[in-house]
């Protein structure tokens, strides 16, 4: 069979990105967000065209609302599809109400309002917990039964966090595409396991600080630098990933 150069490939491909604000390139300028993101840079190395649904403030539980337009893309371009899913905090809640209308709550959301409260008080890590598993099982049956290869990457949980739930069973290690226990935020800081909690800790020590003079924007998202150092990072696996689909 004729082996065809991965540029060549690629340029026939699409690969579509889902995630939070770390994946959407939130703080960076605009007209950068597309071409300087982690997601942006990637893809023009790959030589692919990519979409990009991420959303700022999502939650895991939002790539299930995402299957259904990744699936759509196939249909109407023919095209072979990638899917790289952004896997974020998993203590986010994505609720929708009867108009369709989504919203994120529990702790480290944007939500400002009454749910705040609420989802403190009634939300328990267990529940939590069971909703992302069973919600990316989900997922991951939808695509493959689609035709459609797909991967996840961690951005600010990793696989310590899922194997707390009884739930995990019904994940596969092998379907991450870096390292599971890898994220894009401990990465940043040189850290194997990151604790998003310990966030304010980290920030008083001196290495902190400087790794987030050197790396991020004022909110916390990666600056120029901290998306081309996780780009970086990811393309390796994500080629292998690709190269491994081809056969």
Known sequence: RLLLPLSIVMNNSIIVWCGDSW????????HQKKSHSFAGLISQQLGMR???FAR????IGHLVYDVKKIIEIKKRTQLPVYAMLGLTIY??????DENGNKQTVGPNTYDTNSYVEWAHNILTESFLLKQSCLSLSWVGKQLESAGIPYAYYNILSSFY???KSEFSTYLNKEQWLV?????????LFDLPKFDIN????????????????DLFMPKMHPNKAGHKVL???????????IRKQKG
Not at 23 to 30: V, Y
Not at 179 to 187: E, I
Not at 203 to 212: A, C, E, Y
Not at 231 to 241: E, G, H, Q, Y
Request: glycine share 8%; proline share 7%; hydrophobic share 30%.
């Open 231 to 241: 780009a970086d990072a990811m393309l390796p696996d994500i080629k292998k990933f």
């Open 23 to 30: 994946t959407k390139g939130a703080e960076l300028p605009r």
């Open 50 to 52: 990519h979409v990009n």
């Open 161 to 163: 966090d899922f194997e």
């Open 179 to 187: 390292d599971p226990y890898w994220n894009t935020y401990g990465h």
């Open 198 to 213: 310990k966030m304010s800790i980290l920030q008083k020590t001196g290495f902190g600080q400087q790794r987030i003079a």
């Open 56 to 59: 700022p403030g999502s939650s």
């Open 91 to 96: 203590s986010r809640l994505c609720l929708e």
